[in-house]
């Protein structure tokens, strides 16, 4: 499974990155607002530390108008994944995209069906939300699942991409039901590698080890 960082923080990112497991970036309008910086600027920053796929949201929500976003988007750096909302004129847009090489990150998923016009439609990858299902008492991970039962049902290439990623047990049943990439906030990076037995076993490795002469 792949992991990418939710963020559009540098420092974040560099962080991350220094651990020499991340393989993308999925930043949108929210995380891009928290930097205090411009657009452009905060891609190309990002699109210099990391080499792997780094979606960009569009903010129209006409055809026309997304179209020319995406272009614009991808123009920037050949890493550019133009992240389009799952809505009909969104649709209409990743169509256009898929058929002019540009690779295109559906996001605002909170249904199988929508994940199923998503991969009509050509989308690179498809964003399931699945903390703000969990946050309304639904499950957001059983969305994933038959989102994977329907793309392996039909050998879709579409990569589902599990967002809103809160916690790792939202990672953990993400790769037991073989999602192709999470993205999650450093945070949840972090959390992943701690164990208390863990901590406990190499306090007493290192104090066990005072004792052996060298
Ligand atoms: O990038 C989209 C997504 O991961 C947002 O997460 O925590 O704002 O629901 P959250």
């Known amino acids: 499974m792949k992991f990418f960082i939710d963020t559009a923080d540098i420092n974040e990112i560099k962080e991350a990155a220094s651990y020499g497991l991340l393989d993308g970036v999925t930043t949108n309008p929210t995380l891009v607002a928290r930097t205090g910086k411009k657009f452009r600027q905060v891609l ?3 699109c210099a530390i990391v080499d792997g796929p780094i979606s960009a949201e569009v903010t129209a929500v006409d055809y026309e108008t997304m179209r020319r976003e995406a272009e614009e988007l991808a123009s920037i750096h050949p890493n550019i994944v133009v992240k389009i909302p799952l809505i009909l004129e969104g649709l ?4 256009w995209c898929s058929e002019h ?114």
Do not use: W
Request: charged fraction near 25%; include cysteine.
């Open 44 to 46: 190309e920053e990002i």
């Open 92 to 95: 209409k847009c990743v169509r």
């Open 101 to 214: 090489d540009i690779d295109t990150n559906v996001t605002l998923c909170f249904s199988p069906t929508q994940a199923l016009l998503a991969a009509k439609a050509g989308a690179t990858y498809i964003s399931p939300f699945v903390g703000r299902l969990d946050d309304i008492a639904h499950e957001g991970m059983e969305m994933v699942r038959q989102i994977i039962e329907i793309y392996d049902a039909y050998d879709y290439e579409t990569e589902v991409l599990v967002a809103s990623v809160r916690h790792p047990l939202h990672v953990l049943d993400a790769a037991r039901m073989g999602a192709d990439v999470c993205t999650m906030p450093l945070s949840v990076i972090a959390q992943l590698v701690k164990h208390p037995l863990t901590d406990l076993g190499l306090a007493r490795f290192l104090e066990d080890a005072k004792k052996v002469p060298r």
